[in-house]
């Protein structure tokens, strides 16, 4: 560009060079029409001179002023190539004060205003990405042509490394319901919601895709994985609850009538079905009791009464508030010892622990005709663990008995009277009280229950009295 103008610059001045000496010679030979041959011929010869010497004299000035705004030239050309690569802080050097000055000045102006605006579109568009990849829903922007433009960081570890942005969204994940929501919003430029369940596995998420105004789609996945599950385990809970409720509350309601329709029942029968009503009445008074207490231990406002308590006292305790019920069913109770050491425990809470275990255990342990309960120090916990000598739970059924309505034999179950919350009630205590709770068991040897709980921050280890010894009650 800059030898163009130069070209043009040097050409300029040559033409006025040649015009000069048309002139000069039209004049001269006019001037000297009327004199003699012999001055016509110095006339032109010095003519020609001056003309020689002129274009002499022209020609290093027209290449020195064209090679001065030439040189401003490449310097405005390097400088609009640097904008153009992205360099906002390239600037033009002014060094004169006539128009090319002037330019250069307002160029220098127009690239301050464009570093200006960029540096704030750049930053509206990191607080944007910041935000959106703070946000707990996932969310990816499309293209017209069906092209990943954007996804903030939960989109990422949804669907993985195969969310590139640049690449068809059709190749980067494979749930349907999201694809056909994303071309709705695409092709008929409408809000559509939506329900993936292929994104992750065992995870479901409700889509919302909607047109953007410049063209492309919006895709916002909002996790409903949890609500989902608690949806399923209210529903399931209704449904085990009004089950049973339905049983005892049928075997009522078919001894009342049939005491009804009959006018002279003998003495023997009435005993015998307001029985079977008591006993169904009592079942039902146990389902509500435990269903008020499971209530109670998952309500975030449980609240307990820990207190420094000893584990071995612990134990004694709840051995002997069951021992009439042991006694009774003609299940020995043994005492397998425990620790003098001071644990952090609800002491009523931990009642209903023993008392639920030690009930469970009890109607496996007939075949056995025992029961050990005992405890052991470790680390920074006391282990309790209720052991029967029944026929033992399948290993499939050991991560589920703990919850609610979970029943390994459910005839039999029903049969002893059990609502199957028992353990369920057992799991939120202790873990409120920090400690782990879980089942051991060999089919044919029976079970052991074991639970954890802490040590008080002041715990001591008494050395073993005779009292820890191994011990049995009957």
């Known amino acids: 560009m800059t030898s163009k103008v130069f070209s043009k610059l040097l050409g300029?001045?040559?033409?006025?060079?040649?015009?000069?000496?048309?002139?000069?010679?039209?004049v001269f030979h006019r001037f000297v029409e009327h004199t003699a041959g012999g001055m016509l011929h110095v006339l032109g010869r010095d003519a020609f001179w001056s003309g020689v010497i002129a274009l002499a004299v022209a020609l290093p000035l027209a290449a020195w002023v064209a090679g001065g705004i030439s040189a401003r030239l490449r310097r405005v050309v390097t400088f609009a190539r640097r904008i153009a690569d992205g360099d906002l802080a390239a600037r033009i050097d002014v060094t004169s004060n006539d128009e090319l000055s002037a330019m250069e000045a307002a160029l220098n102006q127009t690239a301050v205003r464009l570093s200006k605006d960029f540096a704030e579109l750049e930053s509206s568009r990191h607080e944007l990405a910041l935000m959106l990849d703070s946000l707990q829903e996932a969310v990816v922007a499309i293209t017209p042509e069906g092209v990943v433009r954007w996804s903030n960081a939960v989109m990422h570890r949804i669907a993985g490394s195969q969310l590139v942005s640049g690449r068809p969204l059709v190749h980067s994940v494979r749930d349907p319901e999201l694809l056909a929501c994303v071309r709705g919003a695409l092709e008929r430029r409408e809000f559509c919601v939506g329900r993936a369940?292929?994104?992750?596995?065992?995870?479901?998420?409700?889509?919302?895709?909607?047109?953007?105004?410049?063209?492309?789609?919006?895709?916002?996945?909002?996790?409903?994985?949890?609500?989902?599950?608690?949806?399923?385990?209210?529903?399931?809970?209704?449904?085990?609850?009004?089950?049973e409720l339905r049983t005892p509350l049928t075997s009522i309601q078919g001894y009342v009538e049939t005491l009804i329709e009959d006018p002279n029942p003998s003495p023997?029968?009435?005993?015998?079905?307001?029985?079977?009503?008591?006993?169904?009445?009592?079942?039902m008074n146990r389902?509500?009791?435990?269903?008020?207490?499971?209530?109670?231990?998952?309500?975030p406002n449980y609240k307990l009464s820990l207190q420094p308590v000893r584990a071995i006292v612990l134990l004694r305790d709840a051995i002997d508030s069951i021992g009439g019920i042991v006694v009774d069913s003609g299940v020995k109770l043994q005492f397998a010892g425990a620790p003098d050491a001071l644990i952090m425990a609800d002491p009523d809470a931990m009642h209903q622990v023993f008392g639920n275990l030690m009930e469970n255990a009890l109607k496996y342990a007939q075949s056995g005709k025992?029961?050990?309960?005992?405890?052991?120090?470790?680390?920074?916990?006391?282990q309790f663990t209720i052991q029967d000598f029944g026929p033992g739970i399948a290993s499939e059924h050991l991560e589920r008995i703990f919850e609610r309505f979970y029943r390994v034999d459910k005839a039999r179950s029903r049969e002893s009277g059990g609502t199957g919350l028992g353990l369920a009630?057992?799991?939120?205590?202790?873990?409120?009280?920090?400690?782990?709770?879980?089942?051991?068991?060999?089919?044919?040897?029976?079970?052991?229950?074991?639970?954890?709980?802490?040590?008080?921050?002041?715990?001591?280890?008494?050395?073993?009295?005779?009292e820890q010894a191994p011990a049995a009650t009957s």
């Not at 410049?214 to 385990?233: F, P, R, S, Y």
């Not at 023997?268 to 079942?283: A, H």
């Not at 207490?293 to 998952?298: D, M, P, R, T």
């Open 370 to 382: 025992r029961i050990r309960a005992g405890a052991r120090l470790l680390a920074s916990e006391v």
């Open 197 to 243: 369940n292929l994104l992750a596995p065992g995870r479901v998420f409700e889509i919302n895709a909607a047109p953007l105004p410049a063209g492309g789609a919006l895709a916002v996945l909002h996790d409903v994985t949890g609500i989902e599950a608690a949806q399923k385990t209210r529903r399931e809970f209704v449904a085990n609850v009004s089950h």
């Open 268 to 283: 023997e029968t009435t005993l015998e079905f307001l029985g079977v009503i008591l006993k169904n009445t009592s079942r």
């Open 425 to 466: 009630i057992v799991k939120h205590i202790v873990l409120a009280h920090g400690g782990r709770v879980w089942a051991e068991s060999e089919l044919g040897k029976g079970a052991q229950f074991h639970f954890t709980l802490p040590l008080a921050p002041s715990a001591q280890i008494l050395p073993q009295t005779a």
């Open 287 to 299: 389902l509500t009791e435990d269903l008020l207490a499971l209530a109670s231990v998952e309500s």
């Open 12 to 26: 300029l001045f040559v033409l006025l060079l040649v015009f000069h000496t048309l002139v000069m010679e039209i």
